[in-house]
């Protein structure tokens, strides 16, 4: 069975500051990853995915992740924390053979920033 | 482009009364479509998916049901409401494995 973990639920940062955001899953076959963003009372974002190819995946506002099959991670990075990045963070995992695009989510990341 | 609506964005209903929440996808055809919870403090719960019209699965056992009675509508109802359906509900849409894509939420408050 698949499944996705993040370690923290919740990360703070200085502005300016390295993000790191970790997500660990499993999974039996290759997975889709995925990356969203949640702001207070909003639906979710894509911030980035990964299906196929390159292993770092780069996305929307800065933020990239790599997946690392030997270590089952795909952890979000941000090489500077901006204020307007404080939000709540979710990995999720499909199955690349799957027909019915069901997501796994973790159980989600709130990233405070302090200025 | 894809858009997908949500209604009503907020609602308190009395313990016990019927629900009825609607989604809808414009921009394209025969979509998956997804209904989730957020209850407070926790993460995403997957409630029920559609893969085509009539089509639904539940994922947990609860007093809600979904139906999907045209390609794009995807309606969330329950028969009489409990304090814990209270939470924020996201309809989502994808093309198949690809990514899902959600939709503003409704804030349900059962009192």
């Known amino acids: 069975a698949q499944s996705v973990t993040q370690l923290g639920s919740h990360v703070s940062v200085s502005e300016g500051a390295l993000v790191l955001l970790r997500c660990n899953y499993s999974?039996?076959?290759?997975?889709?990853l995925f990356w969203y963003v949640q702001y207070p009372n909003q639906g979710l974002q894509l911030l980035l995915k990964?299906?196929?190819?390159?292993?770092l995946v780069k996305g929307i506002n800065g933020f990239e992740a790599e997946f690392k099959k030997s270590e089952t991670s795909f952890h979000l990075t941000k090489p500077s924390a901006h204020m307007s990045d404080a939000a709540e963070y979710f990995c999720?995992?499909?199955?690349?053979?799957?027909?019915?695009?069901?997501?796994?989510f973790g159980q989600g990341t709130t990233l405070q920033v302090k200025p | 482009s894809q858009t997908i609506h949500q209604w009503p964005a907020t609602l308190v209903q009395p313990v016990g009364s019927p629900l009825s929440l609607e989604c809808t996808v414009e921009?394209?055809?025969?979509?998956?479509l997804y209904w989730y919870r957020q209850a407070a403090g926790r993460g995403l719960q997957l409630l029920f998916y559609?893969?085509?019209?009539?089509?639904i699965s539940s994922e947990v056992p609860q007093n809600l049901s979904a139906s999907r009675p045209q390609d794009r509508q995807f309606i969330l109802s329950s028969k009489k409401l409990l304090l814990s359906d209270s939470g924020f509900y996201l309809c989502?849409?994808?093309?198949?494995?690809?990514?899902?894509?959600f939709g503003p939420g409704t804030r349900l408050t059962v009192l």
């Open positions: 559609s893969v085509g019209i009539g089509q």
């Open positions: 990964y299906t196929t190819g390159a292993t």
């Open positions: 999720a995992v499909s199955l690349s053979s799957s027909n019915t695009g069901k997501l796994i």
């Open positions: 989502a849409w994808s093309w198949s494995t690809d990514t899902q894509y």
């Open positions: 999974s039996s076959v290759p997975p889709y």
């Open positions: 921009g394209t055809s025969n979509p998956n």
